[in-house]
């Protein structure tokens, strides 16, 4: 009985899971469209036009800024918006060499919400209340282009007056980057089914909601061989990260939360690792 109930819930995680999907947009990662930067492509489409006309009739709440996501939403839905809150001139900095974007040249920019999901890494599950923090002074909205080893990061600050601005883009190495090493995992592991199944861990125990009680959630456990069916769209080519603040304390564990631009989805994938390498042990709906 116990294995019946077990098969039951994990039937039911799969149909979470293809719903989840879904309601994400479902776009396969090998049809991700790449991303390029804001400031080369003009964005006066319809549904742009569309998105601009009713987000301009919506007031700026005074609390935007108190949460960093409050503003960015504010910041990538408001044209005008958008424009008081880029410092310009605007430095551009690819290694050693900076130029400046003027206001007359800026091209407004949807940042990650254009991507119908978006990842975020962390170090523990304690850093992801580093989203909802009041405190925070920085931030750092990142797209990983892997093909060519780029990191591309908006550099967001919280001046005196309390409010967020743009201050700075910056184009630098991936080998550079803090966490390169796991970002390079991720990248094949998202994209080389091979390399993924050998960085499974021998059982992966999960947490989903319950559909038929909004207030419970079901867990269990999956076999390797069961991972295709559950597992989430996973980006590779490329792919961001909001910088917060997350230290990389915790060096043996990692978590990339997957969170939907405007659905309220969020899968989260966690890794630790081991003598084997890096492995994925749980997953979180």
Request: glycine share 4%; charged share 25%.
């Amino acid at each position: 009985m116990r294995h019946q109930a077990n098969d039951i819930i994990i039937a039911v995680l799969a149909v979470i899971t293809a719903l989840c999907l879904s309601a994400c947009g479902g776009q396969k990662a090998t049809e991700t469209a790449p991303i390029v930067d804001s400031m080369d492509v003009p964005v006066d489409t319809m549904a742009q036009d569309s998105i601009d006309s009713l987000a301009a009739n919506q007031p700026i709440p005074k609390a935007a800024d108190e949460y960093f996501n409050d503003f960015i939403y504010s910041f990538t839905s408001n044209r005008k918006y958008q424009l008081t809150r880029v410092r310009f001139p605007l430095p551009v900095q690819r290694g050693s060499q900076t130029t400046f974007i003027q206001r007359a040249q800026w091209h407004f920019t949807r940042l990650h919400f254009k991507e119908a999901v978006y990842t975020v890494f962390f170090d523990n599950k304690r850093s992801l209340d580093l989203e909802k923090s009041k405190t925070l002074k920085q931030v750092s909205i990142q797209w990983f282009h892997m093909k060519r080893g780029e990191t591309e990061s908006y550099l967001f600050h919280r001046g005196d007056d309390g409010q967020w601005r743009l201050e700075q883009i910056k184009y630098s190495s991936i080998d550079d980057y803090a966490d390169a090493a796991f970002i390079k995992f991720y990248q094949r592991f998202a994209s080389d089914e091979a390399f993924q199944r050998k960085h499974l861990a021998g059982e992966i125990s999960f947490k989903t909601p319950d559909p038929e009680d909004e207030f419970e959630d079901m867990t269990g456990t999956i076999a390797p061989s069961q991972w295709p069916s559950f597992r989430p769209e996973l980006l590779h080519d490329d792919f961001t990260n909001i910088d917060y603040g997350q230290s990389l304390k915790y060096g043996g564990q990692r978590i990339v939360a997957l969170e939907g631009s405007s659905n309220g989805f969020l899968s989260l994938l966690f890794f630790r690792h081991t003598k084997q390498g890096w492995q994925l042990y749980r997953l979180e709906n």
